[in-house]
């Protein structure tokens, strides 16, 4: 099975929009960490947010926002207010463990943004 | 700055022949990994490693090698018995186990 589940191969929305990437996860481990990945064409990873299993509150860095649902085991990226050089591959990854026991990232299969004039 | 480097940025390699990607890192990471892309994939983890002289096989080990002598370098040679080397090739270290990844910008390998 699948451990991140990125159900939108492709988005579209207008600058200035907001848009909501879809992440599902599947994890029997209580403690685990999300996070969310851009890359644009040049190939380069950049860390967006990231959430914690444990985090009271929903992660925000400017104009992302992480919308974390535990018992639905979901963790969308909402960008608000899309920028054109927000188009990029957006890439969805989960780590496992407690403390020190996993180091491992595994990653979903992405979606492709793609904000339009 | 601070900040991981891969070279080359494009390899080819031949039928047999064995070739090594560069990775290295001058933000005093502990843990460092390398991943493969393929088209319209993800990430998919090859090798990692915690420390220095210590490194564990990713789901996809198989055909690969690596080294972990000093903290700052993390080189990975693609053998000749990985049969479908083509890929995009991308180092990246943390700080630690439940930090971020740092990456690289990246290796494209393709076959001759």
């Known amino acids: 099975a699948q451990k991140i589940t990125q159900t939108q191969p492709g988005m579209f929305v207008q600058e200035k929009e907001a848009v909501t990437l879809d992440c599902t996860y599947d994890?029997?481990?209580?403690?685990?960490?999300l996070f969310w990945y851009k890359q644009p064409s040049s190939g380069e990873m950049i860390f967006l947010i990231y959430?914690?299993?444990?985090?009271?509150q929903n992660a925000t860095e400017g104009r992302y926002s992480l919308n974390f649902q535990k018992a639905r085991k979901s963790a969308n990226l909402v960008i608000s207010a899309s920028q054109l050089g927000d188009s990029a591959m957006y890439f969805c990854?989960?780590?496992?463990?407690?403390?020190?026991?996993?180091?491992?990232?595994?990653f979903g299969k992405g979606t492709l943004l793609t904000v339009n004039p | 700055d601070g900040g991981i480097t891969q070279s080359p940025k494009y390899l080819f390699r031949k039928e047999g022949q064995n070739v090594t990607l560069s990775c290295e890192q001058n933000?005093?990471?502990?843990?460092m990994y390398w991943y493969r892309q393929d088209p319209g994939q993800g990430l998919r983890l090859i090798y990692y490693?915690?420390?220095?002289?210590?490194?564990q096989k990713g789901d996809i080990a198989e055909g690969y090698s690596v080294s972990r002598e000093k903290k700052e370098s993390f080189p990975l040679t693609v053998t000749s018995a990985q049969k479908n080397p083509t890929a995009f090739y991308l180092c990246?270290?943390?700080?630690?186990?439940?930090?971020?990844?740092?990456f690289g910008s990246g290796t494209q390998l393709s076959v001759l």
């Open positions: 990246a270290s943390s700080r630690g186990w439940r930090e971020k990844l740092f």
């Open positions: 994890t029997s481990d209580p403690s685990y960490g």
């Open positions: 959430q914690g299993s444990y985090d009271q």
């Open positions: 990854a989960m780590r496992e463990g407690s403390r020190g026991s996993n180091y491992k990232l595994t």
């Open positions: 933000l005093n990471h502990d843990a």
């Open positions: 490693s915690q420390i220095v002289n210590d490194f």
